[in-house]
């Protein structure tokens, strides 16, 4: 089996500090929990940006400084940058974080409904952002809420937007969207174009179980207080504690755990773009 990847999804645009003290939130306190996390054994880091207020924003100013921070603290890992909409639906603002050159960013192929919202993602939009991928030659990680996503994401790539071999993130259990379960995992992994690579993100409670599947299962794991907030027992996250567990069971099942340079190649990331200096920064 492949080593496991182990993604961190640091902050998200939900959690605040009131929900969970431990959530990092400047751009000081993601770039020390990078490190901390790198440290237990995580390599690829998946970014939303906040504001002076700690409101959710694509403002390119707040993803430089917290890009500057990271690599200064931990140099080696991938960094992905997030272009979810809550932090604003506007299409050209959703693609600047792709613009910023960093070696990954999220694209999530398709609309759903999330706690509060319907999270648009039109066929004109998909089309504008993986074009703008295309151009930079930023990897996407593709979101798969729901099954069609993986079919809306074959059709960009039979359009040449999007290259093979993809790599995905099965999001299971968020209110509105596909339940977690092996089940889900089962026929979604097995959905998706042969070659790919896949991680799964549960939501909530469903986090740490369905990191236990994928485990097993050779496919990747996605942790963070952005998907959850408590450990198994009910006890407070924090990012580190999250990706210690992850460690300790691959470790109890035999799975070797991936350096960033090991996640690289297992993904397909090009070279090339493992130094390119983020825009302006
Ligand atoms: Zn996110």
Known sequence: MEKLI??????????TKKMNPNLPVTPKEIAADVAACANAGACLFHVHARDQEQKPTLGL????RIVAAVKQAAPEVII????GARAGTDAEARANPVRLLPEMASFTTGSNNLPGIVYANSPQFLEYLA???RDTSVKPEIEVFEAGMINNACFLRDKGLIDDPMHFDFVL???GAMPAGVRSLVFLSE???????WTVAGIGKAEIPMAAAAIVM????RVGLEDNLRMPDGAPASNVRL???VVAIAREVGREIAAPDEARQILSLDPDCKDRVLAEI
Not at 191 to 197: F, Y
């Open 80 to 83: 992905q940058l997030s272009t």
């Open 61 to 64: 100013s707040a993803y430089k």
């Open 131 to 133: 074009t703008v991928f």
């Open 243 to 245: 990706v210690e567990k």
């Open 173 to 175: 259990g968020a209110p």
């Open 191 to 197: 959905s998706i174009p042969a070659g790919s690579t």
């Open 6 to 15: 182990i993604t961190v999804a640091l902050t998200g645009n939900v959690p």
């Open 218 to 221: 050779g496919g990747h794991v």
